[in-house]
Each structure stands twice: as C-alpha cells, then as structure tokens.
C-alpha cells in the first residue's frame, strides 16, 4: 500500500507553504480515483469545490464544497471524484507539533466530518492568510491553527454522560436548516419542553441557540463566496439572511473582514 509522507497528495498542487511543523497546501484533484494509501501525519481536508467520496475500511463519507474532513495518520482510505472538478485546501501537522503545543494527539485519531461553525470560520480565516501571503499571514496562521485546534478537540472530546440524546438531533437542524427557527418548533420536532431545551442550549453548544444558527449561515456563505459569482445579496438570501446589510455585519462579526474583502483575497 503506498504511503504518502510530508506534504504529498494526489492531484495538481497549486501552492504550498510551511511553517513551523505544519504544511498548507491547495490542490485540483484530477485522478478519478486514486488507490489505496495512507499519510503519515494527520492533516484536514477543506473541499474548496466539486464533489467526492472518501473511503475507508469503515466508512464511505460524501464530499462537497464546504465540508471540513479531518484524516487520522496511518489510516487506509481512498478517494473516488463525483465531479468534473474538483479542489482541496489541507493543513497537515506534523506529529511532534502537538507536543510543542500542549495539545492531545489522542483525540485526533479516527477520521471524521468536523461539522461544528466555529471550525470552519477559523480555516476560513486560515485560508484568507494562506492567499494574502503578507507579513502577516504567518503569524496570524500559526495563531489560528492552535485555536482551530482547540475547537477541534472540543468537539472530539468525549460527550458529557448526562448531555440529552436529542442534542445531537438538535445540531443536525442547525446544521441543516438555515431558516430562522422559532424555539417552539424546535421544541416540537424535538419532543422537548422550551424551558428545557433553553436551559440545555448553553450548556452544551457552549453559546446561545441565535449565536450558533448565526455561525452556520456564515459557514454555508463561505462556500458560496469562495465558489460562486452570485451577488452578495444573493448569497444573502442563499445562506438565510434577510438582506444584504444583514449578512454584511454578521460576516465581519464572525470573520473579521467583509464579505469583499475575503472573496477578493490575493
């Protein structure tokens, strides 16, 4: 089975960049399908455009633009391409980084879909400094690769004993759903009583239930910005906002730039 060390993938590179044990890399994915392989590090995958499946021994996940798909080292898995065309943004670590940055490599075992906003806002920010390429991007990328890795590690970490099995069919429809949900519906598809669920809201997203539907709406216009020729006002609507201006503010909130500015990234 073919191994591939530091830095290596399947496809065209476009650009890479290294910095201090960590490797960011963009690629188009030309190879239908590619065989069975492994990588030596664990690295994310960010689907910048296209469609396809990864495959492990285990599992068969479905790809498309905006998913984040974390890779365990030493784990057999192979690609198969259900688009035309297809592109790819990786942050690959090297082992030892963990260690130098206090941070547990256990919980980066087993592959999986990170599916929680506030990841995908931070690699989006990863990505604007890794274009922009100024003085600095890589400081400001070093900082955001050990928050990303935080939030990473929050949402692998073993769920709470007493956290309700609903929670999880509740950040389904978050992550789903970008329409504004009123708490009585929720509570109904939910079979939960609203005083309960806005008790259990905070406790377990770790933020209130506004802030987190909030996340997800710039987490679908991020694709939409860095794939679409769509107007802003119709990426607005596309992603749940009620205007332009709306999706304007909650953007720079979330992003720290405006929806311009992070589409027109050099």
Same mark, same amino acid.
């Given at each position: 089975?073919? /191994? ?8 065209? !590179? ?9 490797? @960011? ?7 239908? +399908? ?9 690295? @994310? ?7 396809? %499946? ?23 898995? %192979? ?13 690959? %670590? ?48 070093? @900082?955001?690769?050990?928050? $990303? ?6 949402? +692998?970490?073993? /769920? ?6 609903? !929670? ?23 079979? #939960? ?7 259990? #809201?905070?406790?377990? $997203? ?16 991020? /694709?939409? @910005? ?25 953007? +720079? ?14």
């Amino acid at each position: 089975m073919k /191994v591939l060390s530091k830095g290596q993938y399947y496809g065209s !590179m476009n650009f890479e960049q290294e910095i201090n044990g960590i490797i @960011l890399s963009e690629y188009d994915y030309s190879a239908s +399908k590619t065989e069975w392989h492994y990588h030596e590090n664990p690295y @994310l995958m960010y689907v910048l455009g296209g469609d396809l %499946f990864d495959i492990n021994k285990k599992n068969k996940t479905g790809c498309s633009a905006g998913n984040l798909l974390l890779h365990n080292w030493d784990e057999p898995h %192979f690609n198969e391409k259900h688009s035309s065309y297809s592109r790819g943004f990786h942050v690959e %670590f090297e082992r030892s980084w963990f260690k130098q940055k206090q941070l547990d490599i256990n919980l980066w075992e087993g592959s999986q879909l990170i599916k929680n906003p506030k990841s995908h806002h931070l690699l989006a920010k990863i990505y604007f400094e890794f274009k922009c390429q100024d003085i600095y991007s890589n400081i400001s990328i070093e @900082l955001l690769l050990f928050q $990303l890795c935080e939030s990473i590690e929050s949402e +692998k970490a073993i /769920v709470s004993k007493d956290e309700p099995q609903w !929670m999880n069919a509740l950040r389904e429809i978050l992550h789903q759903n970008n329409q504004n949900l009123s708490l009585n519906h929720l509570s109904n598809i939910l079979g #939960v009583h609203p005083a309960h669920l806005s008790r259990a #809201v905070p406790k377990y $997203l770790k933020t209130t239930l506004g802030d987190y539907a909030r996340q997800q709406k710039i987490k679908i216009a991020l /694709v939409f @910005l860095l794939n679409s020729k769509l107007s802003l006002t119709e990426i607005a609507y596309a992603s749940g906002f009620s205007d332009q201006s709306h999706f304007i503010r909650v953007f +720079k909130m979330y992003i720290g730039l405006t929806p311009s500015q992070f589409r027109n990234k050099k």
